[in-house]
């Protein structure tokens, strides 16, 4: 048979004659592929035979010189699946077929030799025609090799992309998953090649893929129309256990909506404080520490743009809407190499995928917050718009409460959210994110306070091809606050700062094999700070204006990374970046005597800086190492290593962030900060993946810490850094979670024991703490256990809760007490040395779900719960005063009773 099609063959070739050696000269402008060839066949004396149907609209525009037919054709055709042949004035066009001139080497070998159709790509018709997608352009030189093919899995219905789908190639033994946006790549031998799918709720589907070269395959799939009493799909099944990350933290979503909350809002940062080495200072505080780092040691992204203040209502709620929030991956240790800034996590917040095919919303109603988020397609399966408004109406129940003192109080935020999705063509997609949210707040005071963010995140993705991929980011972030102050009129004032911060970044990805996905990429950033403006409020006031000079800094990397696997049990994942900041003028700075306290009588030289002058350079490499070595399928040990630097630095002498804390750059006095940390973790298994077990430990080393001497002014201060003190700092910890996934019962039960530790020696005593020792920080909490569990009654009924225990964080108490010039003076202990009484809270909660209706406006759930169920009175703060010549001690508590709640949330 074969040398029958090849003889068939060898006698067609016969006819062929060799190419027109005839050269002419030809230009297109903004011509399509059949009046191209319209125009070659008036240039010429060629017929050319082909059908419309295999060309697309894009549209050429070139010149050639002096070139023979071939050349042009080959050009012209050179990005599409369609070949020719030239002969007896005529051009035969093939879509992805080859007219063959010679016979093969082995043609007169023996009948006896043994053949399979399946190995050689032009015979693939004598057994099967049904379901074939070509991939590639076949060519006369292709030989049994192997290329790489990438694609899209959608639903049929929606359009939305298919996660975690298996695809399975039974030639090569091969399975692969699809990962959170329906993509994947494999490579494959050249030839027929069967793509199998499977994933439990949608039909399995069996393809075959004829692959001649590197290409694209992108296909739909259908949901399985088979009634089972549950579905659950899970997209990153086994992922904790094969990935090389040490300390990723994966929030699930769509589970939040069974989690208690206080006041009904559903929080996605909350709820990862109930995960192992994410701590907050207390209760309705702002900012996380993370592994023992300070609150501002982390860096917050909404679709890769800073967020500086990620709460609202002074940290009762998370300043990111729940529902416009796609995914949240949380790194405490093995920070990939592309983030830089920050010392301790990176909390990466991805919005929403958009809706191309339809018109979809989702929304909640609760005791103070309402919230409601629209996707909508504007041009199907190209363009789609996504809104999202969230707004509290606390002022209103403020105004209405009997309290005379409290109805001329106010307290308020709103946030909103618009996201632009394109689809330009399959290998370049635009997207854009613009996002804004504002606080104002005064309580019995006549002070009104308000802050705000700001960003816009503009990102362009490029496939050059199946190998190498890019995106270019730019982004602009800013936070700014302002206080109103109205008490005396003639003390009046309005305060008023400002960090804004822009950045360009390109990331690169090249996969070079199996082995081998490299990333790398390089960015720049560009720090403005407007420390502080004092400016009177009125005519009467006489509160003299004061501004302190702006801070300037500009901090670029590159960096590298590599996924290296060099067999099925190790996996590496290998990352360099290296950091460069400079701060910038104009500006001045003040040079200090050596070993003397830094205070003005210290000062030997004030040096001025002009517009772009460097002021000081920083930098260095970071490293980031990660291992993982499967022992089992089912069990893996990892161990890592990061280096981290920070150039950003928070002011605060509050425990926990405030909104009128100030950032500021590293400069000549200010050194950047550094921290080392070893992680090492065990990763089990279970019931086929549903239950998840994890133990970590970690060891971290920092350099550079910043604190505050005692009774340190922050706030407008022109020589800050006769404030500040810097010194070492060291976290360890070890780590437990068990998570069950699936089944009626599901949830996490999580454990840390962990030490934070700061350090401030120096040989001048006036800038030593504690005599130089190790002490523990503000939010050093050794043990942390949390419960989070949910049980499913019915389909439609559900009961959930969480218990939560926490060691009371470290406080400075007065030990003893003298009297000086007649008044009773405290003496205080050594920093830290005392605690405030261990946290402990019990939330429960009931759920309904709604009819799961096909045909129905909104899918509904209500959800009522009781918050702090026991009435457990949690001190946020213990504090002394000393009043009338008498020292008294005081105790706040946020929450000292149980708070009910009832929330309504919808979808359609």
Known sequence: MKKTILLYIALFSIYILNAQS???SVSF??????EILQKLEQETNLRFYYQENWFDTYKSTNSYENKTIEYILSDVFSASSINFIVYDNKVILTNNSVVYRTLPDDF????????SPENDAIFYNQYDTKNVITVGKQNINLKSQEFRISGRVSEENTGKPVEGLVIILPKTNKNITTDKNGRFSVTVPSGLNIIETKLLGYQEESLNILVYGNGTVNFKISESAEALDEVLIESTRNQNVKEAIVGITRIDIAGLKNIPVVLGERDILKIATTL????????????????GGRADQNLILLDDAVIYSPSHFLGFFSAINPFVTGSVDIYKASIPAEYGGRLSSVFDIKTKDPNYDKFSGEGSIGPVTGSLSLQTPIVKDKISLTTAVRATYSDWILKSLDEESLKNSQASFYDGLIKYDHKINENNKFQATGYYSKDKFSITSDSIFSYNNALVSLKWKHSFNEKNKAEVIAVNS?????IEYE?????NFDFDYKINETQLKLNMDYFLSDKHKFSYGASTKLYQIEPGNLSPKGN???IEPKRLNKERGLESAVYISDKFEVNKKLLFNLGLRYSVFSALGANTQNVYEDNVPKNESSITEVKTYSDNEAIETYGGAEFRLGMRYSLTPSLSVKASFNKTIQYLHLLSNNTTMSPTDTWKLSDLNTKPQEAYQYSVGLYKNLDESAIEISLEGYYKRMKNILDYKVGAELILNETIEQELLQGEGKAYGIEFLIKKKEGNLNGWIGYSYSKALLKLENDIPQEQVNNGEYFPANFDKPHDFSMVLNYKLTKKYSFSTNFIYQTGRPITYPIGKYNFAGSEQVLYSDRNQFRIPDYYRLDVGFNIEGSHKLKKLAHSFWNISVYNVLGRNNPYSVFFVNNDGKVKAYQSSIFSIPVPTVSYNFKF
């Open 108 to 115: 007169f070998e023996t009948e006896n030799q043994s053949y």
């Open 487 to 491: 008490g005396r009129a003639n003390s």
């Open 22 to 24: 005839e050269k002419i």
């Open 276 to 291: 192992p080495g994410i701590k907050t200072a207390g209760e309705g505080s702002a900012g996380f520490n993370v592994r």
């Open 540 to 542: 009467a006031s006489i």
């Open 29 to 34: 402008s903004n011509n399509s592929t059949v």
């Open 478 to 482: 800013q936070y700014k606050y302002g």
